[in-house]
């Protein structure tokens, strides 16, 4: 298995040119099951996470995220980019001291939303944002480790029209020493176009939840980097609720469709 040194450099490196999915598995069984099929890094997933210990979205605590960082980092050779919400920290103080503990989980990378943390529906004022990202870069310097930095903006995903507001924090961000933007609900080509003009040089982070842009799509519009958030987790949740549901009615036929035991058994297998 890769040193974290060496996950940290690929991770480096994905960045620099080229568009690449990374996608968020939940647990190490579905992060072993990305590595072997291919992808060259994966990122965690705070909903997916919190449905995996009955719980939901944003109400993890971080001792949960650190043990589940630090087990996922552990489990697969691929470069691993945490979802670490708002830092779990309003002060920027406070934050850094997160920061440091997050990178001792071994992750290659980590976000920092602009979301409050005891408010989820209100933003911190971007003079404030701004300060958080620059914290989060002072605490990443001072650990000496080579660990990207994501910085991104929710206003999105409250306020649909914010697209030039929006694009403004993410070029902020960027000055304050974010290594890659994210901007989760920009959809449209032109929107995301003019982020990635924004921001030039440091990459942007594109997220698809439905099927309306393919890879190739996003990456002739200048997208380094794409990832799904929930999105797989919610393929699965909805096959087992189906699934579920359909024997609550007296049929198993569900079961019929699923992949082999031995199949699966095989995937894991060199991992052992």
Not at 54 to 77: C, F, R, W, Y
Not at 86 to 99: R, Y
Not at 126 to 146: F, H, N, P, T, Y
Request: charged residues 20%; proline residues 3%; hydrophobic residues 45%.
């Amino acid at each position: 298995m890769n040193t974290t040194q060496e996950k940290r450099a690929r991770f480096r490196a994905l960045h620099q040119s080229g568009c690449f999915v990374i996608p968020n598995p939940w647990d190490i069984g579905s992060a072993r099951l990305m590595e072997h099929l291919g992808f060259v890094a994966i990122a965690t997933t705070s909903s997916g996470f919190a449905w995996t210990i009955g719980k939901p979205d944003n109400s993890v605590t971080l001792d949960d995220v650190l043990k589940h960082l630090t087990a996922l980092a552990e489990a697969t050779g691929l470069p691993l980019n945490a979802d670490f919400e708002s830092g779990f920290a309003g002060e920027p103080a406070k934050l850094a001291a997160n920061v440091s503990l997050v990178i001792k989980t071994g992750v290659a990378g980590f976000s920092i939303e602009d979301r409050q943390v005891d408010s989820l529906d209100n933003l911190y004022e971007r003079s404030l944002a701004v300060e958080r990202i620059k914290a989060a870069r002072q605490a990443i310097d001072q650990s000496g480790e080579d660990v990207i930095l994501v910085a991104r903006s929710e206003r999105l995903l409250i306020d649909r029209e914010a697209i030039h507001e929006v694009t403004d924090s993410l070029v902020a961000f960027a000055e304050a020493g974010a290594d890659c933007l994210y901007a989760p609900g920009v959809a449209k080509k032109e929107d995301i176009a003019a982020m990635v003009r924004a921001v030039s040089p440091k990459p942007l982070n594109v997220l698809v939840l439905k099927g309306s842009l393919s890879v190739a799509e996003l990456a002739d519009l200048g997208v380094r980097r794409i990832s799904v958030g929930g999105g797989l987790a919610k393929v699965g949740w909805t096959a087992v609720m189906g699934a579920a549901k359909e024997m609550l009615t007296g049929s198993f036929a569900s079961l019929d469709r699923n992949i082999s035991g031995s199949d699966l058994n095989q995937v894991f297998q060199s991992f052992r």
